[in-house]
């Protein structure tokens, strides 16, 4: 996968520690699912809820409103997922201590980077299969949806869970325990808002100027990605830009992550 330009080589005999840890975070994630599942599929199923099942029924949106919704949907589930994920328990392990433990593991730093991020993928995958299901239920039919771009629907999911779970580690790492909630709250309203994850990217012609600064939210790549294999005949941005605009925000994002998580926990 291209994503893995973003990821510093893992020496043969550390892939053993880094199965270790991730079975140990899988383990306990297995435990908490039910919270996890309502933490991250919560906020996007209402928004479903009212804007791809109440309004239509209102007729304040056409019914064709859908089809633009629930890639941009799918996206915020995914995205937000993946950075929670990651950010939220990297601020609790360095404000307590218990990442100490992990650090003594004879292995580089980038390998314990590396598998909060890719734990951070896992999750943001579970989310979006859960969602995805839902609200396609809760919308009805949805004009021009297409599962048969599966390869394409793959890649752009694991290049944006890969981008916001590195967006997750700069953070979690970056950030001390008393900002991360005014943190979150400055970067995620704007991200979704102005991530294109309730209108497509080509509607914002009518705004030039707006149109071309949305494109520094890596949310705009995963839910135009998304919209061009799930909704194919609807306007969305090329594959193309997508697939490479992730690939190259995950290596950028990726490499400050590892960077600050590497500061961060050499004293």
Same mark, same amino acid.
């Given at each position: 996968?291209?994503s ?23 383990? &306990?994630?297995?435990r ?11 906020q ?5 809820? &009212? ?43 360095f ?13 580089? /730093?980038?390998? /314990? ?8 993928? /896992? ?13 396609r ?18 890649a752009?999911g ?30 995620v ?15 914002l012609?009518?705004?030039p100027?707006?149109?071309y ?12 990605? /998304? ?16 697939f ?10 990726g ?13």
């Amino acid at each position: 996968m291209s994503s893995a330009t973003a990821m510093p080589a893992v020496p043969p005999g550390a892939w053993r520690v880094f199965a270790a840890l991730l079975w140990r975070d899988l383990t &306990v994630s297995r435990r908490e699912l039910p919270f996890f599942l309502v933490r991250t599929t919560l906020q996007p199923l209402l928004f479903t809820l &009212v804007f791809g099942f109440v309004l239509p029924k209102l007729r304040f949106v056409g019914v064709t409103y859908s089809s633009a919704l629930l890639p941009g949907i799918l996206a915020m589930s995914m995205a937000l997922s993946s950075m929670q994920s990651v950010a939220l328990p990297m601020v609790m392990d360095f404000a307590t201590n218990t990442l100490e433990d992990r650090l003594l593991a004879p292995v580089s /730093l980038n390998v /314990l980077a590396l598998e909060k991020i890719a734990m951070g993928i /896992l999750q943001g995958v579970v989310a979006a299969i859960v969602v995805l299901p839902l609200a396609r239920l809760m919308m009805g039919p949805i004009e021009g949806l297409s599962l048969t771009h599966v390869p394409e629907i793959a890649a752009i999911g694991l290049l944006g869970t890969a981008v916001f779970s590195a967006l997750g580690l700069w953070l979690g790492t970056a950030i001390s325990p008393q900002q991360i909630g005014l943190v979150f709250s400055a970067i995620v309203a704007p991200m979704m808002f102005f991530g294109c994850v309730y209108y497509p990217w080509k509607g914002l012609d009518a705004l030039p100027v707006l149109k071309y600064l949305v494109l520094l939210n890596p949310m705009v790549y995963v839910a135009e990605g /998304l919209r061009g294999s799930l909704t194919p005949a609807l306007p969305h941005m090329a594959i193309g830009a997508s697939f490479g605009a992730l690939v190259v925000l995950t290596a950028a994002i990726g490499a400050l992550g590892f960077r600050s998580f590497e500061r961060r926990s050499i004293p």
